[in-house]
């Protein structure tokens, strides 16, 4: 369905320490070469499928968000256009590469238990591993019965996205030679 549209869709694993399937996808839309539209969602669940899901609907959201020109004054979007496409295409090259490894969604373990409760239970035991504390704020809005919660983790950082945002522990472990983290599972 993308590539027929002329976007080549580029997903990868993102092992963590805390063992939660993490997965990026980065969108590429080949036959308008429209910077803004090199766009990357990214999404984490304990079920496998599920973090893939929410990678490419966060992707397919960002996207759909500079179509239709809601971001038109973004400083980011200003940046992209006067860069080009190539240029940042050519930046973010990481993310836009053809995989030399490959991992099935079969070989990512799935942590999910049926019950929402029994979820929240495991993932805030795995991130206990390398997080003092979790905040979690329920933002569910009655009238729409859709539970949505956000959830902030002091010090757990996405330096996979921007790497500005590497802290204390990663640092820590990059002088152990902490390499090991960012491998793909089993590799």
């Known amino acids: 369905m993308c590539t027929d549209a002329g976007v080549d869709v580029y997903l990868w694993y993102l092992p963590s320490e805390t063992g939660i399937p993490t997965v990026l996808a980065a969108l590429d839309d080949t036959a308008l070469r429209d910077p803004a539209?090199?766009?990357?969602?990214?999404?984490?669940?304990l079920d496998p499928a599920v973090a893939v899901n929410r990678a490419l609907t966060e992707a397919?959201?960002?996207?759909?968000?500079?179509?239709?020109?809601?971001?038109?004054?973004?400083e980011r979007e200003m940046v992209m256009r006067r860069a080009?496409?190539?240029?940042?295409?050519?930046?973010?090259?990481?993310?836009?590469?053809?995989?030399?490894?490959?991992?099935?969604?079969?070989e990512i373990e799935n942590y999910a238990e049926r019950r929402p409760c029994d979820n929240i239970r495991i993932a805030l035991d795995r991130i206990a591993r390398i997080a003092?504390?979790?905040?979690?704020?329920?933002?569910?809005?009655?009238?729409?019965?859709?539970?949505?919660i956000r959830t902030i983790i002091p010090g757990l950082e996405v330096s996979a996205l921007d790497s500005t945002r590497?802290?204390?522990?990663?640092?820590?472990?990059?002088?152990?030679?902490?390499?090991h983290l960012w491998k793909k599972r089993g590799g």
């Open 132 to 148: 003092r504390r979790a905040i979690i704020v329920n933002l569910t809005r009655e009238s729409i019965e859709i539970p949505v």
């Open 37 to 45: 539209l090199l766009v990357i969602g990214a999404g984490a669940h």
């Open 60 to 74: 397919a959201q960002s996207r759909l968000v500079q179509i239709h020109g809601a971001r038109e004054d973004t």
């Open 84 to 106: 080009g496409y190539t240029s940042v295409k050519r930046i973010n090259r990481h993310w836009y590469n053809k995989m030399r490894e490959t991992i099935t969604l079969h």
């Open 166 to 179: 590497i802290g204390p522990r990663v640092r820590e472990q990059m002088k152990l030679g902490g390499k």
